[in-house]
């Protein structure tokens, strides 16, 4: 079991969540990563992908998305700066950051 679902199932228990549905949840984000994964096999210009994978990565709202800009990313800190964010307010956020994702940013941003 990987760490971050080891995390999820910790917290829906900390909510008294039954067994139940701790699993209709595990199931559905299973399937949200399968759909996302099809969806990025079906990109094949590698800036999309990274686009598509920073978006994902981050959890950010599209309209986030498009306003982002490279030094906007703080891979040390791991931090995104929001700009025009929900409400029109700029915010920091951290983020969980697939290694690919990172990876595939950082090799597009490279050229």
């Known amino acids: 079991m990987t760490p971050l ?22 199931r559905a984000v299973r ?7 099809k969806i990025l096999d079906c990109i094949h210009r590698q800036r999309y992908r990274a686009c ?4 994902y990565g ?3 709202r ?3 998305g498009v306003h982002l ?3 906007d990313i703080d891979s040390d800190r ?6 025009h964010g929900k409400g029109a307010k700029n915010t920091s956020t ?10 595939l940013s950082r090799n597009y941003h490279r050229r």
Request: proline share 0%.
């Open 58 to 60: 981050c959890g950010l």
């Open 5 to 26: 679902r080891q995390r999820m199932i910790e917290d829906l228990q900390l909510r008294g969540l039954s067994r139940k549905t701790q699993d209709a949840y595990a």
């Open 69 to 71: 800009q490279v030094r």
């Open 62 to 64: 599209l309209q986030e």
């Open 52 to 55: 598509l994978s920073t978006i």
């Open 94 to 103: 951290n983020y969980i950051y697939h290694q690919a994702a990172s990876s």
């Open 31 to 37: 399937q949200l990563a399968e759909h996302y994964g």
């Open 78 to 83: 791991m931090q995104v700066h929001v700009r």
